[in-house]
């Protein structure tokens, strides 16, 4: 058996308030392979964000371990966390999170800037992945020049740009009208199709049943993890 993309073992995250202690995550195990199709949910307060800022290395555990694509995230400094996130993981927001002043193609380029791509490698990259998104006719567009749905393809295309290991995707419908939640559900399916990991924090039932496995938190632990496809 290969080894899981990503392995939790005994993870911890509590929070100091003043003289008080929250804790949030209380000894999280598990386990998720290279192409699996995970929704994240919980109710408010049961650890769901502050899992997945950890599964995105946006933040370090109090306690425990986390394995990614083979590398101990858990004891890695702020500079070797960033280097992860910019290789390893491609967010997708609410709030789609795009550089207002940017066309979509610069939007989609951005985080290849970073990565130390060429100019003409970011450009035909990002054409590339805007295209796969639907978006070719619009890569000149800033955002304020886009629909909802757009944004978020646009969002979805800069994730995918530096061919991460895996997309996490934070409520990624959480700002858009029903039909579209739905073209965006589908363009996610697609993404996965092609190999990618996809693990998605959502509050929305409709939402979660795209993924293939549902797992469910509720303060600070796993309570089901279920596969459902």
Same mark, same amino acid.
């Given at each position: 058996?290969? *080894?899981?993309?990503?392995?939790?073992?005994?993870?911890?995250?509590?929070?100091?308030?003043?003289?008080?202690?929250?804790?949030?995550?209380?000894?999280?195990?598990?386990?998720?392979?290279?192409?699996?199709?995970?929704?994240?949910? +919980?109710?408010?307060?049961?650890?769901?964000?502050?899992?997945? *800022?950890?599964?995105?290395?946006?933040?370090?555990?109090?306690? +425990?371990?986390?394995?990614?694509?083979?590398?101990?995230?858990?004891?890695? $400094?702020?500079?070797?966390?960033? =280097?992860?996130?910019?290789? =390893?993981?491609?967010?997708?927001?609410? @709030?789609? *999170?795009?550089? %207002?002043? @940017?066309?979509?193609?610069?939007?989609?380029?951005?985080?290849?800037?970073?990565?130390?791509?060429?100019? !003409?490698?970011?450009?035909?990259?990002?054409? /590339?992945?805007?295209?796969?998104? +639907?978006?070719?006719?619009?890569?000149?567009?800033?955002?304020?020049?886009? !629909?909802?749905?757009?944004?978020?393809?646009?969002?979805?295309?800069?994730?995918?740009?530096?061919?991460? !290991?895996?997309?996490?995707?934070?409520? %990624?419908? +959480?700002?858009?009208?029903?039909?579209?939640? #739905?073209?965006?559900?589908?363009?996610?399916? #697609?993404?996965?199709? *092609?190999?990618?990991?996809?693990?998605?924090?959502? $509050?929305?039932? /409709?939402?979660?049943?795209?993924?293939?496995?549902?797992?469910?938190?509720?303060?600070?632990?796993? =309570?089901?993890? #279920?596969?459902?496809?």
């Amino acid at each position: 058996m290969a *080894n899981p993309l990503i392995k939790i073992s005994a993870l911890k995250r509590n929070f100091v308030l003043g003289s008080e202690t929250i804790y949030v995550l209380k000894g999280i195990d598990l386990e998720i392979n290279k192409g699996e199709y995970v929704a994240l949910m +919980g109710p408010s307060g049961s650890g769901k964000s502050t899992l997945m *800022n950890l599964l995105g290395c946006l933040d370090t555990p109090t306690s +425990g371990t986390y394995i990614l694509n083979g590398k101990d995230v858990s004891k890695m $400094h702020d500079d070797e966390l960033a =280097e992860i996130r910019n290789k =390893e993981i491609g967010f997708v927001f609410q @709030t789609f *999170n795009l550089m %207002p002043r @940017t066309t979509a193609l610069d939007n989609v380029a951005l985080p290849m800037v970073y990565a130390g791509y060429s100019k !003409s490698e970011r450009y035909e990259r990002a054409t /590339e992945v805007l295209t796969q998104v +639907g978006l070719a006719d619009r890569m000149d567009h800033k955002p304020n020049e886009l !629909s909802g749905g757009q944004r978020q393809r646009v969002a979805v295309g800069r994730a995918l740009v530096n061919k991460p !290991s895996i997309i996490l995707a934070d409520e %990624p419908t +959480g700002n858009l009208d029903s039909k579209t939640s #739905e073209e965006i559900m589908a363009l996610f399916g #697609e993404i996965h199709k *092609n190999g990618n990991t996809v693990i998605l924090v959502t $509050h929305e039932e /409709e939402i979660a049943a795209y993924a293939h496995r549902i797992i469910r938190l509720r303060d600070g632990i796993i =309570e089901k993890d #279920e596969r459902i496809k």
